[in-house]
C-alpha cells in the first residue's frame, strides 16, 4: 500500500478561514517536506522537518516521527494558497515518497 | 535566476522514438533526482544520482535511464518511448549535508508519446 497517505484529497476555503491538511506515514519516517504546486505547475519547497515544529507566515507545520504523521496548518486562508498541496517523507537514503495530494481552493 | 533549470519544457515524441530530457543545476548540489508526475496524482521517483558519473534506480525505473555526466546536468533517457511515459517529468537538487535535503524542483517537461 502507500506509503504516504494524505487527507484530505480535496478542501474548500471561504477567504480568511483556516484548516489543516494531513499526512501519515506507514513506515519509519525520518523527515518531511511540504510542498505548493501552482497554477502552472511549478512546486515550491514550503517546509523541511526533521522533528517539531515550524512555523513561515500563515502557514504552520508539525512533524511527530514517533506517532508518524505531519500535519500543514494554513491561518488565514489567501486566494493565493490556493493549489495542490504534497508531503514527501523520507524513511532511508535520501529518497522522498510523495503523497497524493490535496487540491486546496479558497473563495472569495 | 531559475537554479534548476530542465529543457525542453515541452516535447511531442512519437512511440518507439528517443527522448532525452535535460536538467542543469547552479545549485551546487550533489544530489540531483528525476520524478514522473501524472495527471491528478504525486511524484514518483524514477532515478537519482548523488555523484557524477553515477546513478541510482528510483521506485519506478523501467523504460528509463539516467545519465550524470557532471555534477551540475542530470539527463532521462527514454530509448523507446511508449504511450505510457506520456506524463509531467520533473528535475530536482538537494543537498543532505547542508540543507537537510530539502528539494529544489525545476519547473517540470511536459512530454506527450503518441
Known amino acids: 500500500g502507500d506509503q504516504v497517505e494524505q487527507s484530505p484529497s480535496a478542501l474548500s476555503l471561504h477567504e480568511g478561514t483556516s484548516s489543516a491538511l494531513r499526512c501519515n506515514f506507514t513506515?519509519?519516517?525520518?523527515?518531511v517536506q511540504w510542498f505548493r504546486q501552482n497554477s502552472r505547475g511549478s512546486l515550491i519547497n514550503l517546509f523541511y522537518?526533521?522533528?517539531g515544529t515550524k512555523e513561515n507566515g500563515r502557514l504552520k507545520s508539525a512533524f511527530d516521527s514517533k506517532e508518524l504523521y505531519s500535519t500543514l496548518h494554513i491561518r488565514d486562508a489567501q486566494l493565493e494558497d490556493s493549489g495542490t498541496y504534497f508531503c514527501a517523507g523520507t524513511s532511508s537514503g535520501q529518497k522522498l515518497v510523495f503523497g497524493q495530494g490535496t487540491i486546496l481552493k479558497v473563495y472569495l | 535566476e531559475a537554479a534548476v533549470t530542465q529543457s525542453p519544457r515541452s516535447k511531442v515524441a512519437v512511440t518507439g522514438g528517443k527522448v532525452t530530457l535535460s536538467c542543469h543545476q547552479t545549485n551546487n548540489h550533489d544530489y540531483m533526482y528525476w520524478y514522473r508526475q501524472d495527471t491528478g496524482h504525486g511524484l514518483r521517483l524514477i532515478h537519482y544520482s548523488y555523484v557524477a558519473d553515477s546513478t541510482e534506480k528510483g521506485d519506478i525505473p523501467d523504460g528509463y535511464k539516467a545519465s550524470r555526466p557532471s555534477q551540475e546536468n542530470f539527463s532521462l533517457i527514454l530509448e523507446l518511448a511508449s504511450l505510457s511515459q506520456t506524463a509531467v517529468y520533473f528535475c530536482?537538487?538537494?543537498?543532505?549535508?547542508?540543507?537537510?535535503?530539502?528539494?529544489?524542483f525545476g519547473e517540470g517537461s511536459r512530454l506527450i508519446v503518441v
Open positions: 530536482a537538487s538537494s543537498d543532505p549535508k547542508n540543507s537537510g535535503n530539502t528539494l529544489y
Open positions: 522537518l526533521a522533528s
Open positions: 513506515t519509519t519516517t525520518r523527515s
